[in-house]
């Protein structure tokens, strides 16, 4: 099955500063990637997906990419607000499925004013 | 106002003592699913259903049965529940599959003694 390492489990920040996690999967056919926001005592929320025939997606301050051949995605969070403070979770969903989604173990990310 | 709703919100229980946790949606979707959540291991699928009467395992189906008589209604039954479900417990809804948003609920707290 799919494999998703995430990485760092914890990140802190300067306000005004960016900030990248990054995700390793580990099924090469692999072919949607969404990242979830979770703020404290909060459901996780998607905050920006892609598709593996795209290599970058954009949506404001937040932007991810995808690297098929080196089996990685990032997020990206420029000009961090303290809002921006939460648990990230990306996921795979593994080739020949479209039912079942692997989460990575999150990320603590704290935007320090 | 579009949402996904679970109870209890809060549970306290005993080992063996059965249970169910409701989760229902009214956004007409076909996918549903239920999570678990545990510090440092991410979100794990424990079941989820792409239809009325289609129900699947995901990854971590041990203990947990679950039933999709209705499209708006995907109960969680632990049938003798053990301390090791002991977890913060998540059911989401997407309009036909894992490659749409997921809705997560807001979230149910297990403690099992």
């Known amino acids: 099955g799919e494999n998703v390492e995430q990485h760092p489990s914890t990140l802190s920040v300067q306000e005004g500063d960016s900030a990248v996690i990054k995700c390793t999967y580990s099924d090469s056919a692999s072919n949607y990637f969404p990242w979830y926001k979770q703020e404290l005592g909060k459901r996780p929320q998607l905050i920006i997906d892609i598709r593996s025939n795209v290599g970058e997606k954009k949506d404001q301050r937040i932007a991810v990419t995808l690297n098929k051949t080196a089996k990685h995605f990032s997020l990206h969070i420029t000009e961090t607000q303290p809002e921006d403070s939460a648990v990230y979770f990306c996921a795979a969903i593994p080739s020949g499925s479209a039912r079942q989604l692997t989460f990575g173990s999150g990320t603590q990310l704290t935007v320090l004013p | 106002e579009a949402q996904v709703t679970q109870n209890p919100r809060y549970l306290i229980t005993v080992t063996g003592k059965k249970l169910t946790v409701t989760c229902s949606q009214n956004?007409?979707?076909?996918?549903m699913s239920w999570y678990r959540q545990d510090p440092g291991l991410g979100l794990r699928q424990i079941y989820y259903s792409m239809n009325v009467e289609v129900t699947d395992k995901g990854d971590v189906p041990e203990g947990y049965k679950v039933s999709r008589k209705e499209k708006r209604n995907f109960p969680l039954i632990l049938e003798s529940p053990s301390p090791n479900q002991t977890s913060l417990y998540f059911c989401a809804s997407s309009p036909t599959g894992l490659g749409d948003t997921q809705y997560f609920g807001p979230g149910t707290r297990l403690t099992v003694l």
């Open positions: 956004m007409n979707h076909e996918y």
